[in-house]
């Protein structure tokens, strides 16, 4: 009977034990002190501590800054972790990141291609025109409206191109970039060892 009051009463203690909120703060001196009730008047350092010892995620203890930054890193994190999943999926060796950025820079450079080729016949009609133009000017002829509109969409045409070539540069540092990036984390991913 003894036996089963003094684990009947162990088993109360322990449960009010479990339950109770302790709590955490720094005094006046610089001291660390712990306790079942918080301490009386203002302090901001207060942590409510688990059962455990850990702190407890209340919201309350946080500044907006602090939770407006755990956010941002849980955010940053999950989008780490989906990038990851889907490199795994899309990957099994590093050499297969290799063929993919030769493919998508073999699809620039066809691009490109394009690109140099209409600028090319662009400029050399941009040269007629000029011509014309010259002459006109020489036999002190005016420069018809039509002349004039064709000279300045072809001007804008070329400009859009030159546009065009700039942006698929640095599409093309991108693509470089990122199949290094991807190629150094697949081998972390994959614990790969250098041959």
Known sequence: MRRFIAFALLCTVALSVQGATLYRWVDEN????????????????VTELDKHGRARNTGNNQSEAERAAELERQ?????????????????????EVDILR???????AAAQQTNRLRLQTLQERQNRLNQQIER????????SADLQTELDLNRDEIKTIN?????????LVKIKEKAEAD????IQLRNIQPK
């Open 30 to 45: 610089g001291k660390v002190q712990f306790s079942d009730k918080p301490p009386s008047g203002q302090s901001k350092d």
């Open 75 to 95: 955010r940053v994190a999950t989008e780490q972790r989906r990038k990851d999943r889907a490199l795994l999926q899309s990957f099994s060796k590093p050499e």
């Open 102 to 108: 030769d493919r998508q820079i073999e699809a620039l």
């Open 136 to 143: 006109l000017k020489k036999n002190k002829k005016p420069i």
């Open 163 to 171: 546009q065009s070539l700039a942006r698929q540069e640095l599409e």
């Open 183 to 186: 190629k150094a984390r697949l």
